[in-house]
């Protein structure tokens, strides 16, 4: 029998072709995704569990057959609860296959006998709010439990809560006609002769077959790679029968708008999008903004990712006008000034966000310039967390470079991050860094005084506005026909 994981049911919610490619495909084109920040997290659950239950049993993983074994004798021997406890099923409509789960925790109900131990699934999300996908897990947890005995009627979300030291619990109910829809939806899937069309997405981040379909959307100029396309436009264009990048460069947009979902905006943003990937060259759409020839600092902050400095910005990154990096961290406990970094740049020390924000401010007034950053994350976060002297100020000199770039320039790549965008132009950030890294590396200087690891952080944080100055120097180039 062919195994299918109980995350197959999460998957279908959101992206058909995973389902399929997890039964179908190569499987030596998976690349498993390092775990996430958040996945790294979750080990305060498991301090969680044993403060409320003792001891916990952990099943072997050598092997799927053995964690199965062990995990029947522990459930048989009443263990009062079994962490990574592993099931399986045979699927009820496809024989041939065998619905396995790998469950956080297993928990002996109360007042349950050992000889005749019942259980319920607990399952430890990194979100605040349970998602359809979650409860299709955890039904399919409880349907695999019911195999064996009557099988509990409800389980247990354990969720981040607040304050950050807190789990909420979150009781699950057993909905049997959703399981057995998403399981019928599942066998459609993989009866499909086909692997389903590529629709590129956040999630597609954390899927092993990233690469996978990277290459193969490229390969195939598959209109995923288009910019401005929701996922409505992209299903109308597929039932359309557009499936590539060249179709929709040469349609008339008159056909394009008569599409569900696809209105005069999307259309010029659709096939300016074809057309650069077609040509391979970069599409002007409109002139430059006067502000962009202003006196210009190009600014980027990066925030806390633990509970408690969530969203707090703990370092500032900025050009001056004459586009010299400048780099500041919060260190609330330090009576310097600055610090040198062991290649010798500066760093200033602020003792608070709110200083890093007047900062900013008080330079961009001073030099009567526009302060720039990519996207619109900057600016959010500046407007609750500056102090109100600061924000007034910001709030009249702050730009979006991406807004610009969305307004004048269609690139031939898919995505516009600001990553992205210098890879295009040629532009290399310091490698394996990003954005969780930093966090780790600025934390790590704060408790061990790790110098190393602070320059590392600040060359991340400085890569991404040396990324823009760039960005904005091609654009005016381009503009002006010298790019
Ligand atoms: S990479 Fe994205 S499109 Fe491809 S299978 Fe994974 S989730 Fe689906």
New binding site residues.
Partial sequence: MRPIKAHTLR?LL??S??VW?DAHGDVTERIEPPPSFAQARGRSFEIFARQRYGTLRPVPSATWDESVAVTRDLMTQGVRVIAGASLERPHPHHPDLLVRGRIDLLVRAAGSIRDEALYFPVEVKMVREVRPEDRLQLDCYLWLLESDREGPEQGEFWLPGRPPEWIDISPHRYDEVRLLDAFRGVGDVLRQASAPP????G??DS????A???TAANAEGAITLLNGLSRRSWESLIAAGLQTVDQVADQPPEALRRLKGIGPATVHQLISSARALRDRDAVLLQPLPEALFRPIVMLDIETGLSFQEQGLPWSYGWSDVNGDLHAAVVARYSDADQTILPDGRPVRLLRDYAEGWRMIADYAEAHDALVYHWSGYDSGIMRQTAPPDAAEILNRRMRDLLHVFRQCVMLPVRGRSIKTVAAYLGYAYPPASDYAQAWNDYRRWLMENDRAALQRAMAYQLADVEAMLIARDWLVRRAAGEA
Avoid: A, K, N
């Fill in positions: 998957d959101e992206c072709r995973r490619l590529i629709y590129l997405t999630h597609c899927c092993p077959w990233h996978h379909c990277r």
